[in-house]
């Protein structure tokens, strides 16, 4: 930044704050201020963050090149005015100025600037910080109030470009993030966001504290009433000013607000507690799921680009294995549960749910599509079913994270509302394949356009008449089926789908379990539409795709003896169990049962030497999600494993092949990438003891894929070096806890949070 003088004119919080900031930052030139109160000018110089001050303009306006307007919006008129006469004086060289400002309304500064100078001079490009706090004056200034918030910037079409860059790099070197807006939109949304919350707040504390059991109110006011009034302490006649000055879009604010204050005061009225319910389930994970949806992320990585962290397991070389535990519930079965509770007549009690992103951005969509939904709380959910055609519009684009098994299958729900819907996703799920169910889908009728080479957004025209047809699936998807099936609830006549294998049959069970007739011919799942789902209780089981990486870590692993229970062992999910038999592990199952339609048992696992070997092709799709772990089985083995026909794993989270074999290539592990497999040279030998390691460590990047964070984890128990795995913030999607439970166990693994770019 080269500016000789700034000049800031209204020392209060904002501008003393920007002051403390930029000297912290060795701003290389000089911070002058002007305020009318000499008291505030003492108190800055004296904390050493203003270099010299004045009641008056004048004196501080040679060399100036940079002012910062700070007063409050209604006095800003009378500066502005002030400022215009002063710049005629050629007190000041006006070629190299730039006026910015920090008002809390923008389209009231603007009238001001076009009454004092006659139009907006093309060097002046009015901003607000969006960082603020209920302390007031000079004395609350904070060096860090605008570190990683945001400043909005609201140039007019000539204002110039090199002002605009100035203002800018200005509050960057503040730390803040800088975005722009129009005027008129910066309002809006201020109306909204600041505006209306702070006159909640002081509504309510006034209404509150005119009351005659005052006393006791306040006495006994607890946490939420403190954080909610928080901001009625802030100053009053900053924010007279501002209703004064943002008057229309705070009334249009404020009209919605009671509008929707009148349908809760309804629902109170009435004891409409699914209302309520409805209400504040969508307001209590609103903020949260916004602040994910503008990041485009999942929650986890969201969280993470908010805070600019990058998270990373680093894994020490070694570890155990032992233990009994039991692994989060089945992601596949937690979102059919969701999404079938809620097209259900009655009551859902889901016991074992995952609260995995993945299945959370499915209970959230639901929630925004008007279905009440209590929890999930340790694993319960209770979802107030609203009928297949009880469904309401969502407010927006349903946002669903990183998740392929979300969109696909609302890709078949919402084909058959009454409404236009859009999906959306993360980075990685933008990148995934969408017409493997698009184009079936529009051979039911269904009208839905795609992103190019069929990727997401999906946009689904609602109101279309759907049809059953013969489908047959060109991929092994158990995503694809399903699909097609949630569609075919809503067809004329029979919904045909043929598989050229087995696939996961979650589905079909669930619908029979809700009373939904569904066939099986041969390879063909078939059901009709018209019918109903009565709901009922959902046992979700503990994932096998999850237990996968503790079977690898204790099948690897020398003196392991490691128990999972209640695993759903469903026969179109246990790829994993029959590879690794093949490969020479040593399990044990017990306790079998079923429980609502679906097989668990507890599964024992203890070290025992494994051997390559050419994983059968029919095993592929039930094993699709478990590769990643038995990639690392087969490192730890002896001899040579050979995968082919699994080039699905190639448009999974990441390309899975490639990613596995980039890290086992890390770790000095010989490997051949195919197009639709790979073979992994085991680093065990013929007379393997258990007590050599495999392979080295190194550092690998996860790609944002939680698979293969998890694989890497485990590949640590035999490696002779650390393994430093990178963006693992995806682990959440599908297995929340992953690391502390793999510590229980006797892994080494900490995580690590690193600065982001
Ligand atoms: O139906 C499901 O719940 C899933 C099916 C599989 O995907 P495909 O259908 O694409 O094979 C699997 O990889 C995914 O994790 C979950
Ligand atoms: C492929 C996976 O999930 P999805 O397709 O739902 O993103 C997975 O969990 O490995």
């Known amino acids: 930044m080269n500016e000789p003088r700034l000049l800031i004119v209204g020392l209060g919080l904002i501008g003393g704050s920007l002051a403390a900031a930029l000297k912290e930052t060795g701003f290389p030139g000089e911070i002058v201020a002007c305020d009318r109160n000499p008291r505030e000018l003492e108190q800055a110089l004296s904390q050493g963050i203003i270099d010299a001050g004045d009641t008056s303009m004048v004196n501080l306006l040679p060399r100036t090149t940079l002012i910062l307007l700070a007063v409050p919006v209604l006095s800003m008129q009378t500066v502005l005015v002030e400022l215009a006469r002063l710049l005629d004086k050629g007190l000041v060289d006006r070629e190299r100025l730039v006026i910015t400002d920090v008002g809390s309304t923008k389209a009231s500064i603007r009238a001001a600037t076009i009454e004092a100078f006659g139009k907006i001079p093309s060097n002046l490009v009015l901003g607000h910080p969006i960082a603020g706090s209920e302390r007031s004056g000079v004395a609350a200034a904070n060096p860090r109030l605008f570190d990683r918030h945001k400043v909005i910037l609201t140039p007019e079409k000539d204002t110039a ?32 966001t600041s505006h209306l919350p702070h006159l909640l707040a002081f509504s309510l504390v006034d209404t509150l504290a005119r009351q005659h059991q005052r006393q006791d109110i306040f006495r006994y006011a607890a946490g939420g009433f403190r954080d909610f ?62 602040d994910t949806l503008l990041n485009q992320s999942s929650y986890q990585a969201g969280y993470q680009i908010m805070q600019q962290t990058i998270l990373s397991f680093r894994v020490s070389p070694g570890g155990s294995v032992s233990r009994r535990i039991r692994v989060p519930g089945d992601k596949s079965i937690s979102h059919r549960s969701i999404m079938l509770g809620a097209l259900a007549e009655g009551v859902t009690e889901v016991s074992g ?38 469904l309401k519009p969502p407010p927006g684009p349903i946002y669903l994270g990183n998740s392929g098994t979300g969109m696909r299958l609302f890709a078949g729900l919402l084909s058959g509302q009454a409404f236009d819907s859009e999906l959306t996703g993360d980075a990685s799920l933008t990148k995934r394949p969408m017409n493997r169910v698009a184009e079936p889908l529009r051979q039911m009728g269904a009208q839905i356009d795609t992103a190019p080479e069929g990727r997401p957004p999906l946009k689904i025209r609602g109101g279309q ?42 589905t079909e069970r669930m619908l029979s379990g809700f009373g939904y007739p569904v066939r099986r011919e041969g390879d063909t799942a078939i059901l009709s539409g018209g019918g109903t789902l009565q709901a009922g209780p959902i046992d979700v089981p503990a994932d096998i795709s999850s237990a996968a990486f503790f079977l690898v870590a204790a099948a690897i692993t020398p003196g392991s003896d490691l128990i999972l229970e209640h695993v759903g062992i469903n026969p179109t999910r246990i790829g994993v169990l029959n590879i690794l038999r093949a490969m020479g592990a040593d399990l ?22 494994l051997r390559g070997i050419d994983i059968p092709v029919d095993q592929v799709p039930l094993a699709i999600d478990e590769f990643p772990a038995l990639f690392i089985a087969a490192a730890n083995a002896c001899g040579t494993t050979r995968l082919r026909g699994a080039e699905e794993l ?43 390691v495999h392979y080295g460590g190194g550092r690998i990047d996860s790609l944002g894929d939680h698979r293969i964070a998890m694989a890497f984890s485990i590949a640590g128990l035999r490696a002779g070096e650390p393994i430093l795995i990178e963006n693992c913030a995806n682990v959440a999607t599908s297995f929340p806890g992953f690391v502390d439970l793999a510590n229980q166990v006797g892994m080494l693994i900490e995580t690590e949070t690193r600065e982001g770019s």
């Not at 002002?163 to 109306?191: K, P, Y």
């Not at 995952?354 to 209770?382: H, N, Y």
């Not at 890290?663 to 065990?684: F, P, S, Y």
């Open 650 to 692: 190639r448009v999974k989270e990441s390309d899975r092949i490639q990613a596995m074999a980039s890290g086992l290539d890390i770790l000095g592990v010989t490997n051949t990438v195919r197009e639709d497999g790979i073979d992994i040279e085991g680093r065990a030998e013929k007379d393997d003891d258990g007590s050599r």
């Open 465 to 506: 008449a759907l049809k059953g047809i013969d489908y047959e699936m060109p991929v092994a998807s158990a995503q694809v089926k399903s699909c097609l099936l949630l569609a075919g609830l809503y067809a004329k006549g029979e919904t045909r789908v043929r598989e050229p294998a087995p696939t996961r049959d979650h």
């Open 353 to 390: 749910f995952l609260e995995g992103e993945d299945s959370l951005a499915t209970l959230q969509a639901f929630r925004d599509m008007g279905v009440a939904i209590e929890g999930p709380s340790q694993g319960r959910v209770t979802i107030h079913g609203v009928g297949l055609h009880g």
């Open 229 to 290: 009034t928080r901001i009625a302490g802030s100053d009053p006649v900053m924010w007279r000013d501002i209703f004064l000055a943002n008057r229309d879009a705070v009334l249009d604010a404020l009209d919605d607000f009671q509008a929707g204050l009148a349908g809760l005061r309804k629902a109170v009225e009435q004891a409409d507690g699914d209302s309520m319910l409805a209400i504040f389930d969508r307001a209590s994970h609103a903020r949260r799921y916004f």
């Open 161 to 192: 470009p090199d002002a605009l860059a100035r203002v800018r790099r200005l509050w960057q070197a503040c730390g803040a993030e800088v975005m722009e807006m129009t005027v008129e939109r910066h309002d809006q949304v201020l109306a909204r």
């Open 588 to 609: 044990e199952l017990s306790g079998q049962q079923e429980v609502g339609g679906e097989p668990v048992a507890d599964i024992r696992i203890r070290y025992a030497p």
